[in-house]
């Protein structure tokens, strides 16, 4: 006769995979992975970034060459002001910006409110390669980087930056905007022809933001997570609310244990919205894995990613909670 503890005691004994949601119990076998080359990175203008990275792919290139080579694109680019030294500064007028990088073995790289450099993607390559430490910030991540080659730009923002700020200026509210100008920080996931996954996230961070601020993009595990048995995940948003959920993280997680790509981005949108029931800011996330399969979700419409497969790319729009 089966009595409560020995019911209790068998599922204690049982495999996970009998217990878990259905959800859970899905194919993950990526003993073969998909190796035809796949690029996706966050909003429509990622495709420029997924072009750069589709030529060191497409040529049998590695995909942390693709990845840091592919944003550095959006870096470089002076009329984007959300990535690089064209992007919006923070409330004192000074831009600073974040960015990290995470290859196929688990190292990582980053820097945080980095200033004057024009390519702190691969100032986090270069931690990551040439040091004993994942992240370096402000005046310390400056000064490794000049003592790396790298060009210590002058001080200036760009015209249309530099516009934006002294409107801002005027009454000197804070208020972040959904979809703001349809960009933000851009996280790029790329997967080579040996199926190895690597992943890169750079930013200027929040417009007008308190000096000194720091987003999720160059915090491993928030706005970037690549585990190479599994998959990858990348955010764009309020940066504040996926470091307090370490939503990439948690998106590869869920992949771990059965979740598609898409199923495991709803699911990290969803705790967001539950946790923080007030709505009036935006997060989305894309994510890939082993297998190929790829997978979008935001809070609000208006979020979309850029996909390069087997050099064919393509505009994916996000589903969104609201």
Not at 60 to 79: F, H, L, W, Y
Not at 163 to 188: C, R, V
Not at 203 to 229: Q, W
Request: proline fraction near 4%; aromatic fraction near 8%; charge should be neutral.
């Amino acid at each position: 006769m089966s009595t409560r503890r020995s019911f209790i005691k068998n599922i204690s004994l049982a495999p996970a995979s009998l217990i878990l949601p259905t959800i859970l119990s899905a194919d993950n076998n990526y003993s073969t992975p998909y190796k035809e080359g796949l690029i996706i990175s966050t909003w429509d203008f990622g495709a420029k970034a997924n072009e750069k990275a589709w030529e060191i792919i497409s040529k049998g290139g590695k995909a942390v060459d693709a990845v840091e080579n592919g944003v550095k694109e959006i870096e470089n680019d002076p009329n984007n002001t959300s990535v690089g030294l064209g992007g919006f500064p923070d409330r004192d007028g000074i831009v600073t910006l974040d960015a990290a990088i995470m290859d196929e073995k688990g190292n990582a790289g980053s820097v945080c409110a980095l200033q004057r450099i024009k390519n702190p993607i691969s100032v986090a390559r270069k931690v990551m390669d040439e040091t004993p430490h994942v992240i370096l910030v402000s005046e310390g991540a400056q000064k490794f980087a000049i003592s790396k080659g790298f060009k210590l730009e002058k001080q200036k923002r760009s015209t249309v930056s530099d516009k934006a700020w002294k409107e801002w200026l005027k009454k000197s509210e804070y208020k972040p905007i959904i979809n703001f100008e349809m960009h933000d920080t851009i996280g790029q996931l790329a997967m080579d022809k040996n199926g190895d996954i690597s992943g890169a996230c750079t930013t200027s961070g929040l417009a007008f933001k308190m000096h000194g601020r720091v987003g999720d993009s160059p915090i491993i595990g928030a706005g970037l997570y690549v585990d190479n048995e599994v998959g990858a995940a990348t955010s764009s948003g309020l940066g504040e609310y996926v470091l307090k959920t370490l939503g990439s993280f948690l998106i590869v997680e869920l992949m771990r244990f059965g979740y598609s790509p898409q199923a495991a981005c709803e699911e990290a949108v969803k705790r967001i919205t539950k946790k923080y029931p007030y709505r009036e800011f935006q997060v989305g996330f894309i994510a890939m894995n082993k297998a190929g399969e790829t997978g979008t979700f935001s809070i609000h419409p208006g979020f979309e990613f850029a996909q390069c497969r087997a050099g064919v790319v393509t505009n994916v729009k996000a589903g969104s909670f609201l």
